[in-house]
């Protein structure tokens, strides 16, 4: 599996992308710049997205950069030892909560978050969702910034099925469904293309809508 590992990867598969399916040569110039989107694997990366699930970027950065000045270093262990008041400090919802409670004692119960990085995606995506609190969107996203894979392509993401829709004249915006089977196409170089609509959706809608990295 080749990763997606610096500006020349992403320069490599927008090219790609472009051969692949002309109409992105359109949406690669409004796009602007396609950043890399890189965090180191582990559990401080896979919190931060458990944190931005169904909120806003500006929200979860918000949150998340509370939970970080309250629970410093952000361990597994420091997260099993905070008690509620700490999360309602930080602005955690009781799903969210939890989620991460139990993402804290996966990782200190032997799930190796760097391990993960080397999988294929299926086999990834099937151990992180077996955690309570990790769903496909929150496993996908993982590989994507964490691992840096190539191939992943998270359509459940709103603002995914937004640009999508955008900037190929879908209206209503494709479902989850329609659009797996449009992003097949993309293959191998679908992690990014989701980050070229993550682009093309911040300078088409004024905001990043992309989750955190």
Not at 2 to 21: E, F, K, T, V
């Amino acid at each position: 599996m080749q990763r997606i590992a610096n500006l020349d990867d992403i320069a490599q598969g927008l090219d790609a992308l472009c051969l692949i399916d002309p109409r992105l040569e359109r949406v690669r110039g409004m796009a602007g710049e396609v950043p890399l989107r890189l965090s180191e694997p582990g559990f401080r990366s896979l919190a931060s997205i458990v944190v931005s699930q169904q909120v806003s970027r500006a929200s979860a950065d918000a949150i998340f950069g509370r939970l970080t000045k309250l629970v410093d270093p952000l361990t597994p262990q420091a997260i099993l030892a905070a008690g509620e008041d700490v999360f309602r400090e930080a602005g955690l919802s009781r799903p969210k909560q939890r989620g991460l409670i139990a993402v804290a004692q996966a990782v200190v119960d032997g799930l190796d978050l760097y391990h993960l990085c080397s999988l294929d995606a299926p086999e990834a995506i099937a151990a992180m969702t077996a955690v309570p609190g990790i769903g496909p969107w929150t496993a996908e996203v993982y590989l994507l910034f964490a691992a840096g894979h190539p191939d992943v392509f998270p359509a459940r993401d709103v603002a995914l099925q937004s640009a999508v829709g955008h900037a190929l004249g879908i209206d209503p915006r494709p479902p989850e469904k329609t659009l797996i089977q449009i992003a097949e196409s993309w293959s191998p170089w679908r992690g990014v293309a989701s980050r070229l609509f993550w682009a093309y959706y911040r300078e088409t809608r004024g905001r990043d809508a992309a989750p955190p990295a």
